[in-house]
């Protein structure tokens, strides 16, 4: 103890020689004179509360410290747990001090600090949502749309630029990909972080065996609980009504969530039953998309719907029930079920005013549309998956019956009416069934697909069009054009994956069938007669499509590093029937090579680069070779030889993540180049009909891509920023009236959101997007399209409990006609805390603004629309939970 | 984890480590039946190292290895050296000051709250006038934070005893021996009688598992490059 003493005697020494500052030293006592060991000392310069310096008693209560400051006095403050704080003021000069204090039990303030807002464990990344949260929000897609690193494109959830492969609340994935039912409808308070698992692989079998670069989400919910959110609502005017009754369960082992929800006030609710999971292409694809159904080969003439906001133009009328169950037995299988359907009835009216540059002429074109779409949607499926370390296997089963009818009226160049209706009908029913499991070393894959369909369709146009090349020039009444596919299709696949020399190589081997019949016919009327047209106009056909291919799969990870590459080749004999008569098999083989290699080269840093060659031959419905009306001014046909396509994509991928800083960032770049053996032959007439066809002449396109997110939570001013920015150029070739030309395009654009939650008593959000995309034909016009939108919403919280908001959406376009449009929404909430309820009182579209006029390119027309809105409406709504 | 403070001395471990030590306590003194396994099972941690802090000294007790009386205890007398910013920020409605300090190969930045008059913090951390509420090294790849303080009365045990002190080892020599145990644990364990692989085959199944361990385990608190060599 005496050495130690001394030792730190000579130190205190040495300072004062060396360095002329101000030695503040001396020995702090209790009551009865003893020393206070392990007391802290700080000081501080008068009226800054910023510590400048500090020092700690020794075992006898003495102290030196060294002091920078050059202020004349200085405050000094002494702590310690038993004898509590104590502040003298001295002034700053070296001297020596006897302090006592007086022991004093401590009383400390208790304090719960929440999590941080973002935080990341392993390859978690955890967003607390009381965090995030504001109090106009209320459910948990009101939230994940604002985190850092996270976009929504529609409903649609991307993180770092690419969408999520999984969405899950406690672990479990009760809706298979439609989560857009979950996002809309489960209350944000009832989550207590939203979860974002990188590089997760959803296989537990293949986990630490397969490398997945792809993002899980996870809604960790406060506890197990029945939740859900539900609304009614009355407004004006015309009548309008709207209802959602969500109620959800997650429990332990049982998750339900059962809706219904109807409204006329422009939502269309069945964009929640859409399927967001993407298939992977790794050894076992678990996605539940495993439902094709059969093509629409006509449509009614639209009008381009605008490209903001449904809510301000969908005239709809949409009655939707779904329920969804998932079970998870005692052995850790899975069982899930659903069942939705959905009746719906849309009315979409507008002008549309198009010029089509053909060589030589110039083709106008004016339709005043009026469309009703009717459809009905009846879909299911159960599910069985057992998800274990030493098993997987999966069971998946779906049905689709849809029924379509739509009707348009339309009224061409002003003087002609031309009466559309459109029927389609389409059932789809497929089962896939797949597995894993350790066989000796070598983890064997199997899966197996089957599916069919039956989709008969039909267009009526009235009076009948194509005079010219159906009925020789005579005008007749009535053109039907009649469609009935059936599909069929089997793929099966077996794989052995096995690691040498930390490579992981997988051959897989792969066996399918797939065939479809074609039946199309066309039949006009005129008066009581009714004729069919002959052979230029029907279609019996069958084509098949035997598919085999060979794989290796390779990969390897070590490190900073992780590779992937796949070889298959492939070998395909197409088989086609053509009104009765067969013609001779077909083989075509080749091989379709594809890798990437990834480098995660610090925690925040990563960069991945893929390259790959495919080759493929046109699928089985697009084969036929008499003319389809596809709709009253187009017709179409194809050759029946295989079409080849040879395409070349490459990208690098760079991402910057740093959680604490809550920085997310990415940049991509994509190179692609297809060539074709053969090319679209298009033809106009000076009425605007098109006819396309195939024709043996080779034909390319390319483009270059760059795309850009970044985005950054600054916690200290509650404010979320995200930017993004892309520019593409490239050129594709077309052949329109006999000439063949190259057209030129170009766009770019970006945009940037700011999300400020730091007042109480205010909240504001600011968006804004603008993008350009100019088109050059070969003749070099050019058209350029510039199109801004600025969304600006502020919401007031005057009282407790009480909330106006303010929604402002301003449009801007390049189109002259076009006086740029601001749209006005405002929101009255009273908030009743008890019973957890919201009243409102809405006025949408506040300016009444009643018509939209958008302008777009296409190949080789520029097409003005003009889109009828909804008009001022106001609405009154109940808000509760369960 | 928690951190348990008191004037003269204070724990650090984790929480369910607390717990397990209540349980076996309260089983040896009899005061409470001896079948606790489910109790034992929900606390399994595989945080294993305990921090007792004295007036000069840290203690760190590790025990990875199975069976009984496998502690490793080391002891530092370290003074950390933090270098004070006026970087201020508030958490928890406490306003803190930031302080930086290189320990263990790596830089961590603390943030402390002058007002919570204790001089302690997480793992070894100490030694700034108020409480590190929050501290984490530069590469963000450890981080501690403060979740909630609280005051406690409560009695707790500990295997350190100030009166009977155990034998403490060398710093380095627990690091080299942790490092070698996580290595071959299976053969350790295997030689020590507690565990017989089924076949050769699990053997060797272990043996790999030992090996891909060791590889991943390799991002200590205190780098080991840092203290051993």
Not at chain 1, 705 to 732: A, C
Not at chain 2, 123 to 129: A, D, I, M, S, W
Request: with cysteine; charged share 25%; net charge positive.
């Amino acid at each position: 103890m005496m050495v130690r003493l001394f030792a730190c005697f000579l130190l205190i020494l040495f300072s004062v020689t060396i360095r002329a500052q101000t030695v503040l030293s001396g020995k702090v006592v209790d009551s009865v004179g003893h020393g206070i060991a392990n007391l802290s000392i700080a000081y501080q310069e008068k009226g800054n509360s910023i510590i400048l310096g500090f020092t700690r008693t020794g075992p006898e209560g003495r102290f030196s410290l060294h002091v920078k400051s050059k202020q004349d006095s200085l405050l000094l403050t002494l702590s310690h747990l038993s004898y509590g704080k104590k502040d003298t003021v001295l002034v700053n000069k070296t001297a020596y001090h006897h302090i006592s204090m007086i022991l004093s039990p401590q009383i400390l303030k208790e304090v719960q600090v929440g999590p941080p807002p973002i935080y990341k464990r392993k390859d978690t990344i955890n967003y607390t949502v009381e965090s995030f949260t504001d109090k106009q929000d209320r459910v948990i897609g009101d939230i994940i749309k604002k985190l850092p690193g996270i976009e929504m494109v529609g409903d649609r959830i991307l993180y770092q630029g690419k969408a999520i492969q999984k969405y899950m609340v406690n672990n479990l994935d009760l809706m298979g990909g439609r989560y857009g039912m979950i996002n809309k409808n489960l209350p944000a308070d009832a989550v207590k972080k939203v979860q974002l698992i990188e590089n997760d692989q959803p296989i537990k079998i293949l986990d630490s065996v397969v490398f997945s670069d792809r993002a899980s989400l996870n809604l960790e919910l406060k506890k197990y609980t029945t939740t859900g959110s539900g609304e009614l609502a009355v407004g004006y005017k015309p009548v309008l009504w709207k209802v959602n009754l969500t109620p959800m369960t997650f429990n332990r082992t049982f998750q339900s969530l059962h809706t219904f929800q109807s409204n006329n006030i422009g939502l269309d609710v069945s964009q929640q039953t859409q399927m967001y999971y993407t298939g992977s292409n790794g050894i076992i694809d678990r996605a539940e998309n495993i439902i094709r159904s059969g093509g629409s080969f006509m449509s009614l003439r639209h009008v381009a719907v605008p490209g903001f906001d449904q809510r301000k133009w969908l005239d709809n009328r949409i009655f939707m029930v779904s329920s969804n169950v998932l079970k998870k037995l005692k052995d850790s299988t899975e069982i899930k079920g659903n069942i939705t359907y959905y009746h719906d009835l849309q009315k979409r009216e507008g002008y549309t005013y198009s010029q089509i540059f053909a060589p030589e002429q110039e083709v106008i074109i004016s339709e005043d549309i009026h469309n009703r779409y009717r459809a009905h949607n009846l879909e299911g499926g159960m599910a069985l998956e057992k998800n274990e370390k030493k098993i997987y296997l999966k069971n998946d089963f779906r049905f689709r019956r849809r029924w379509n009818d739509d009707e348009g009226q339309l009224l061409f160049n002003n003087e002609e009416p031309i009466q559309q209706n459109k029927m389609y009908r389409d059932f789809s029913i497929a089962n896939k069934l797949s597995g894993a499991k350790h066989v000796g070393k070598q983890l064997v894959s199997l899966s197996s697909l089957i599916s069919y369909g039956e989709t008969p369709q039909q267009l009526t146009v009235v009076p009948g069009q194509f005079v010219d090349i159906v009925n020789n020039g005579m005008p007749y009444d009535r053109l039907i054009q009649q469609v009935h596919i059936k599909q069929f299709n089997t793929e099966n696949a077996i794989s052995f994956s096995r690691s040498i020399n930390g490579w992981l190589i997988t051959p897989k081997f792969e066996i399918g069938y797939q065939q479809q019949q074609l039946n199309s016919d066309v039949e006009l009327a005129k008066g009581n007669d009714n004729w069919i047209l002959g052979n230029d106009f029907t279609n019996d056909q069958r084509a098949g499509q035997l598919k085999s291919s060979l794989n290796i799969g390779l990969q390897r990870k070590w490190r900073k590093w992780m590779v992937t590459l796949n070889i298959p080749y492939y070998l395909n004999v197409n088989d086609l029937r053509q009104n009765g008569v067969r013609s001779d098999p077909e083989t075509r083989s080749f091989l379709n090579p594809g890798g990437s290699v990834r480098l995660k080269w610090n925690e925040y840093n990563e960069v991945s680069l893929s390259g790959s060659y495919q080759t493929h031959y046109s699928g089985l419905t697009n084969r036929y070779a008499a003319y389809i009306i596809s709709n009253y001014r187009n017709i179409q046909r194809y050759r029946p030889r295989l079409l080849e396509n040879n395409a070349w994509h490459n990208s690098v991928y760079y991402r910057y993540r740093n959680t604490l800083d809550a920085v997310f960032a990415n940049l991509s770049y994509a190179y692609s180049r297809s060539h074709r053996d053969y090319i679209f032959r298009n033809t106009i007439d000076d009425n605007g009909l098109n006819t396309i066809s195939i024709e043996d002449q080779n034909s390319g396109n390319w483009s270059h891509r760059w795309s850009g997110n970044g985005s950054k939570l600054f916690s200290s001013i509650g404010t979320t920023v995200k930017i993004n920015g892309k520019i593409g150029f490239g050129r594709s070739d077309y052949l329109l009236n006999d000439i063949m030309g190259q057209r030129k395009n170009m766009d770019y654009g970006g945009g940037i959101e700011i999300i400020n939650s730091s007042w109480s008593f205010l909240s504001v959000q600011y968006k804004t997007n603008w993008g350009t995309s100019i088109s050059t034909l070969a003749d070099n016009t050019r058209y350029r399209v510039m199109t801004n939108v600025h969304d600006f919403d502020v919401s007031v919280y005057p009282v407790e409990n009480h909330s106006f908001t303010w929604n402002n959406a301003f449009y801007i376009t390049n189109v002259e006609a076009q006086k740029n449009q601001l749209f006005m929404d405002i929101i009255y909430r009273w908030t009743l805390k008890k019973t957890r309820t919201d009243l409102e009182f809405s006025c949408i579209n506040l300016l009444n603004n009643n018509q939209y006029i958008q302008r777009f390119n296409s190949d080789y027309a520029v097409i003005e629309s003009y889109f009828d809105l909804r008009p001022r409406q106001f609405l009154i709504s109940y808000k509760f939970r369960f | 984890m928690e951190l348990l403070v008191n004037p003269d001395e204070s724990v650090f471990r984790a929480k369910k480590r607390g717990v397990l030590d209540s349980v076996l306590q309260a089983s040896l003194e009899g005061k409470s039946s001896t079948n606790n396994f489910g109790l034992i099972r929900a606390n399994q941690t595989p945080i294993n190292y305990y921090i007792y802090k004295t007036a000069d000294s840290i203690i760190t007790q590790e025990d990875y290895q199975l069976g009984f009386n496998k502690e490793q205890f080391y002891i530092e007398k370290k003074i950390f050296d933090w270098q004070i910013s006026p970087d201020t920020i508030t958490i928890g409605g406490m306003k803190c000051q930031q302080a930086t300090t290189d320990f263990g190969g790596r830089k961590w930045i603390a943030w402390f709250a002058p007002e919570v008059p204790i001089n302690d913090g997480p793992y070894k951390f100490r030694g700034l006038p108020g409480l590190i509420v929050k501290v984490y090294d530069s590469k963000e790849q450890w981080s501690f934070n403060l979740r909630s303080l609280r005051k406690i009365q409560r009695k707790v045990t500990v295997k350190f005893d100030r009166n009977d002190p155990p034998d403490f080892m060398q710093k380095k020599e627990v690091f080299a021996n942790k490092k070698y145990y996580i290595r071959n644990r299976m053969k350790i364990e295997e030689a020590s009688g507690l565990v017989r692989p089924k076949d050769e085959k699990s053997r060797r199944s272990g043996l790999e598992r030992d090996r891909k361990r060791a590889e991943q385990d390799n991002n200590w608190i205190e780098l080991y490059d840092a203290i051993v060599h």
